[in-house]
């Protein structure tokens, strides 16, 4: 329930921000004589012309009620003249307002800041809760890990013992049976050297890792000795190479694993990485430190500086249109916007839709499919282009969007590391 509430809170927020950045041009209702309340000048029409403010004006908690909800869902002629072009006539709409047709839409800004709070409202009440973010198990779990690692290699003691005893008196041989044993009871000496297992997961999947190599290496000496009998009894060989080929690529990806979980510098108390870079080092020692924290910034922050994707992106709508001086950069600005406003409205339909199974699957094709196609018409209509000229645009706008992205998740990372 305080997330609920929390979440309407959100909308109520991005609501009142919008109607603080959104003209009232437009809205007025009738004709009215008299003095303007507010400067004294004499009225001519639903606004003062000196000041600006409405010529009506209200003394009843209904009327609050009423501009509360007003400032909120903008519930007026504009909303609907605005989000039926957005979604289908992007293109026209944001013409319309550049040529000067400001009192008739949602401004750019307002929408957007709108549809930034929906979004957020609606993905905390969806996605599900992430309370604490686990560093370590529970010393129960560890103890139960630190018993499936021993039991594995004791098994794979008692297999070889079981081959060997089985090829007693054969011709197959056996010495490199003897060696693999020794091997595992080494590695099960290495880990009933603590008493407490560790309880962090990295140094967990360090250890299961090398039991996993320890197996590995066993069943790479069992394929070279097949290879070998094979190769002196004149059989086929093609198949074994190809089992040790693909043995000795899995054991390079696991001592790749290891090797990286060593370098970086895993200890019991967390992660301790070391770039060279002492701010960024002890930023990212303080994040291990309270992860909690670290992801309720990042996640806080990436709606508070959500309104950063526009001056990201408007340089990348600019270099399609460069050579173009009969456009201005405030153009630009309208088209981000506007294109932004839909892609976040487009987002939350899509999550909500995903959350059912009957619209699972249209949701899913709408997130896919809904962005190029909107790019396309948008550009085309905005700036009259053909459909070869839309065309292209519209897929270095794509690759465009995705830096654009990749620069505001840096942005959002950087801040959620700061202290």
């Known amino acids: 329930m305080p997330d609920n509430i929390e979440a309407l809170g959100d909308v109520v927020t991005g609501g009142l921000l919008a109607r603080a950045v959104e003209p009232g041009a437009g809205e007025g209702q009738g004709?009215?004589?008299?003095?303007?309340?507010?400067?004294?000048?004499?009225?001519?029409?639903?606004?003062?012309?000196?000041?600006?403010?409405?010529?009506?004006?209200?003394?009843t908690l209904g009327a609050f009620g009423h501009d509360l909800a007003h400032s909120v869902f903008h519930f007026d002629g504009k909303i609907w003249r605005t989000l039926p072009l957005l979604a289908w006539k992007p293109g026209e709409l944001t013409r319309r307002y550049i040529h000067g047709e400001r009192a008739r839409f949602v401004s750019p800004f307002a929408i957007f800041l709108f549809s930034v709070f929906l979004m957020v409202a609606i993905f905390s009440w969806i996605m599900p809760k992430f309370d604490k973010v686990e560093t370590n198990v529970t010393a129960a779990e560890a103890l139960s890990s630190l018993k499936a690692d021993r039991a594995e290699v004791t098994n794979a003691i008692a297999e070889l013992e079981r081959s060997?005893?089985?090829?007693?008196?054969?011709?197959?041989?056996?010495?490199?049976?003897?060696?693999?044993?020794?091997?595992?009871?080494?590695?099960?000496?290495?880990?009933?050297?603590?008493?407490?297992?560790?309880t962090?997961?990295?140094?967990?999947?360090?250890?299961?890792?090398?039991?996993?190599?320890?197996?590995?290496?066993?069943?790479?000496?069992?394929?070279?000795?097949?290879?070998?009998?094979?190769?002196?009894t004149g059989k086929p060989t093609q198949a074994i190479q190809d089992?040790?080929?693909?043995?000795?690529?899995?054991?390079?990806?696991?001592?790749?694993?290891?090797?990286?979980?060593?370098?970086?510098?895993f200890e019991q108390n967390g992660l301790n990485l070391d770039l060279g870079i002492p701010a960024v080092s002890e930023a990212i020692a303080q994040a291990t430190k309270n992860p909690q924290l670290v992801l309720y910034k990042i996640q806080s922050n990436a709606y508070k500086f959500s309104w950063a994707l526009i001056p990201i992106s408007v340089p990348f709508v600019w270099l399609l249109f460069f050579?173009?001086?009969?456009?201005?950069?405030?153009?630009?600005?309208?088209?981000?916007?506007?294109?932004?406003?839909?892609?976040?409205?487009?987002?939350?339909?899509?999550?909500?839709?995903?959350?059912?199974?009957?619209?699972?699957?249209?949701?899913?094709?709408?997130?896919?499919?809904?962005?190029?196609?909107?790019?396309?018409?948008?550009?085309?209509?905005?700036?009259?282009?053909?459909?070869?000229?839309?065309?292209?645009?519209?897929?270095?706008?794509?690759?465009?969007?995705?830096?654009?992205?990749?620069?505001?998740?840096?942005?959002?990372?950087?801040?959620?590391?700061?202290?």
């Open 323 to 419: 050579w173009r001086r009969d456009l201005h950069l405030f153009d630009h600005a309208v088209f981000v916007t506007y294109s932004l406003s839909f892609m976040t409205l487009l987002m939350t339909v899509c999550v909500i839709a995903i959350q059912f199974a009957p619209t699972e699957a249209v949701g899913g094709l709408a997130l896919v499919f809904g962005p190029p196609v909107h790019m396309y018409r948008q550009l085309k209509g905005a700036y009259q282009l053909g459909r070869i000229g839309a065309a292209w645009r519209t897929v270095f706008l794509a690759t465009f969007s995705v830096t654009a992205l990749a620069l505001f998740g840096a942005l959002v990372l950087t801040l959620g590391l700061a202290h």
């Open 164 to 198: 060997k005893k089985a090829a007693a008196g054969s011709d197959v041989p056996t010495g490199w049976m003897d060696g693999e044993i020794a091997r595992n009871r080494e590695l099960l000496k290495q880990l009933d050297t603590k008493a407490i297992p560790h």
């Open 200 to 232: 962090t997961r990295a140094v967990i999947a360090e250890r299961k890792l090398l039991v996993q190599e320890r197996a590995a290496e066993i069943e790479l000496k069992r394929l070279e000795v097949q290879l070998a009998e094979a190769r002196k």
């Open 243 to 265: 089992d040790i080929a693909g043995v000795k690529l899995g054991m390079r990806v696991m001592k790749s694993a290891s090797a990286s979980l060593g370098d970086s510098g």
């Open 31 to 59: 004709q009215t004589a008299g003095n303007c309340l507010n400067c004294g000048a004499v009225l001519a029409g639903a606004y003062c012309s000196v000041c600006g403010q409405k010529a009506r004006v209200h003394r």
